[in-house]
């Protein structure tokens, strides 16, 4: 017998019980019949019973008692059927899009996520990764990991750290479960309810929906073809106080901007004149054809902070993210991870990712990346023009478009159509701390292959006008 035909006829043995008790044949207190007994009736080995009965009795729908048997259990119902599914009707904010994303089934199209497709990923490298790790001696797979995450990690990510420009020790790093969790812990540390959080408008939705959790008041700088308009952010500055900067300098989301050199010492000056602190996330920077400005490059992690993780390039499964900071940031940050946490960011997660990073496939998998990418994005813009729909700027890399829709058109409507006909869109406002992007759609280039795509696109659009 197949292990694949093992495993169905557990799944038959497991229905037939199933419907035994939802037709009232068995009630609860019921003893189910002996193991021997059933199989003969069923037509399978007693192991494929037991594990059928096991299975059954894992889920509370019956009980085994030592020496008698297995019987329905007091409380046993007709199991729920669950759904995921996220209310297509509800407003559209920073969480529709990620909602209606993550729980969308295999067959909705998601060109509004911000992820690559799966078999975009080094899928084969990740499970030698994992059955070397699995051969392992080592005892990760059983114990916490240590405060400051995988020793092997850091040292290739301190590598990192030096090869663009910043001095960095090993008191100067720490691993975090994700990206996200780097900057909840960040804000944990410096932040206290009623703080001014300074963000791009727009930014990253998920930045928004962090600091609406953290009760923080947040407030939006202008963004430009080069970075943050600094005009305003300096008026920001002087005006609100911020306690904190929040931004992208390498392909920055949603707009696939580049920070540029004069913006980012006009920046680092203002933050310096009121002692703001800066988190730069660098999760896509290795999309970059080649490095550009870093802020935490020319400050030497005095006042910045540099997050990031290997989620959107390497697997958003076996996630870790990371932060570099001055030590005396680290040290009560690594305190309040093992609050939060007890210990550091998953040890198995981490030794993956160190040895997806510890040979030359990692840099041989992000070249084939950037190459598929710009033929995509080149096919991606001609297609959309099609439909009237224009790119703010043409990015240096990475997978989004920021695009500006045909005049009238409201981006949240278009979404609502679209989610209505099995595609995820990501619309402009949800990116926007002044609601003033209404017109624009960010677009994950390599989720816009299917030509489906575009069908459904323009007939939202036709909707909503």
């Not at 007693?46 to 509370?60: F, I």
């Not at 609100?240 to 920046?267: E, F, K």
């Not at 084939?368 to 023009?385: A, G």
């Not at 409507?413 to 099995?422: P, R």
Request: overall charge positive; charged content about 20%.
């Amino acid at each position: 017998m197949t292990e694949l035909s093992a495993g169905s006829r557990t799944l038959d043995v497991m229905a037939a019980i199933r419907g035994r008790i939802a037709g009232r044949a068995l009630a609860p207190g019921d003893r189910l019949p002996s193991i021997r007994r059933f199989a003969a009736t069923m037509g399978v080995s007693p192991s494929t019973v037991v594990e059928a009965y096991d299975r059954l009795a894992a889920e509370g729908l019956i009980r085994a008692q030592r020496g008698s048997g297995f019987y329905v259990a007091s409380s046993a119902q007709p199991p729920l059927k669950l759904s995921a599914e996220t209310p297509k009707a509800r407003a559209v904010d920073p969480f529709w899009v990620s909602r209606q994303a993550l729980d969308a089934g295999e067959a909705v199209l998601k060109p509004g996520c911000g992820w690559l497709p799966s078999d975009w990923m080094p899928d084969a490298a990740l499970r030698r990764a994992i059955r070397s790790l699995a051969r392992s001696d080592s005892d990760f797979l059983a114990y916490y990991g240590s405060t400051r995450g995988s020793p092997a990690l850091r040292r290739l990510l301190l590598g990192r750290l030096t090869e663009d420009g910043i001095a960095a020790g090993p008191d100067h790093l720490m691993l975090t479960n994700t990206g996200t969790q780097a900057l909840d812990l960040i804000c944990r540390f410096l932040l206290r309810p009623g703080d001014t959080v300074l963000v791009d408008d727009p930014c990253y939705f998920n930045f928004q929906a962090l600091l609406k959790a953290h009760q923080v008041s947040v407030v939006g700088v202008p963004y430009t073809t080069s970075g943050p308009n600094v005009a305003a952010f300096e008026a920001l500055l002087a005006a609100a106080r911020p306690r904190l900067y929040i931004t992208n300098s390498a392909i920055h989301n949603p707009t696939g901007a580049t920070l540029s050199p004069q913006v980012a010492h006009r920046l680092l000056n203002a933050a310096g004149a009121i002692d703001m602190a800066i988190v730069e996330d660098e999760i896509v920077a290795d999309f970059e054809p080649e490095p550009s400005t870093r802020l935490a490059a020319l400050d030497g992690l005095s006042r910045v902070i540099r997050i990031g993780s290997y989620s959107k390039t390497l697997s958003a499964s076996a996630r870790c993210g990371y932060i570099a900071a001055r030590p005396d940031w680290i040290e009560g940050l690594v305190d309040l991870q093992i609050a939060t946490n007890f210990g550091g960011p998953n040890p198995i997660s981490a030794e993956i990712i160190a040895h997806m990073l510890s040979g030359g496939g990692y840099r041989k998998h992000m070249e084939e990346l950037r190459r598929r990418l710009v033929r995509v994005r080149r096919e991606t813009v001609e297609r959309l023009q099609r439909l009237g729909i224009e790119p703010w700027l043409l990015p240096r890399g990475g997978f989004n478009l920021w695009c500006r829709l045909p005049e009238g058109l409201d981006s949240a409507l278009v979404a609502q159509a679209a989610v209505a006909d099995g595609v995820v869109l990501a619309p402009g406002n949800v990116f926007s701390i002044s609601q003033s992007a209404a017109g624009f759609m960010r677009f994950n280039v390599a989720h816009m292959q299917d030509p489906r795509v575009y069908e459904v696109l323009a007939r939202a659009m036709k909707h909503a006008a």
